[in-house]
C-alpha cells in the first residue's frame, strides 16, 4: 500500500492521465488531509482505457466521521484511500466485468453505481434495500467476468 497525500488546494492535481485529486475528495469535506491508494489509482485509469468512457467517482476517500454520518461500513476501504464508488454511462453490470479485467477483485454492485478496492482478498457482493434500508449481500464472482 502507497498512499497518495493531498490536501485542500490541491483538487485540481493530476493523480493519472484521467483524474484529479479533487475528484477523490469528499462531497461537503473542505479540511484535512485526503489519501489516495496509488494501486487504486492505476487501477481506475487501466478500467478508463478498457471502457473507453469517462468516469464519475461519486466517493472516494472518507474521513472516519464523514464515513459514519453518512451511514458507511465501520471497515469502509473508503477511509483507507482503498476505495471508491464510481459510475460510467453504462450498465453497472458490464462496468463491474470491465472492473475484473482491469484487476479489481473487491467489487460491489449497485443499480446505479459499483464500489471497488484494492483492499487485499477477492470479494464480490449486491447491494440492495430492504424496508427501506441499504444492506449488503456476498455473490459469486460471476461466471461471465474473464480477464
Known sequence: MKLQ???P?????KVSDNFTAGEFFPKRHKYGPVFIDAILIDE???LRKIIKKSIKITSGYRPAKYNKRIGGSSKSKHML???ADIWANMPM???ASAAYKAGFRRIGISK???HV????GEAY???????GRKKMRMIEKPKRWKV
Open 117 to 120: 478496492d484494492v483492499f487485499t
Open 44 to 46: 481506475l485509469q487501466r
Open 5 to 7: 497525500l493531498y490536501w
Open 93 to 95: 453490470a458490464d462496468l
Open 112 to 114: 446505479g453505481f459499483i
Open 125 to 131: 457482493w449486491e447491494y440492495y434495500k430492504r424496508y
Open 9 to 13: 488546494g490541491d483538487e485540481r492535481e
Open 81 to 83: 484511500g482503498m476505495g
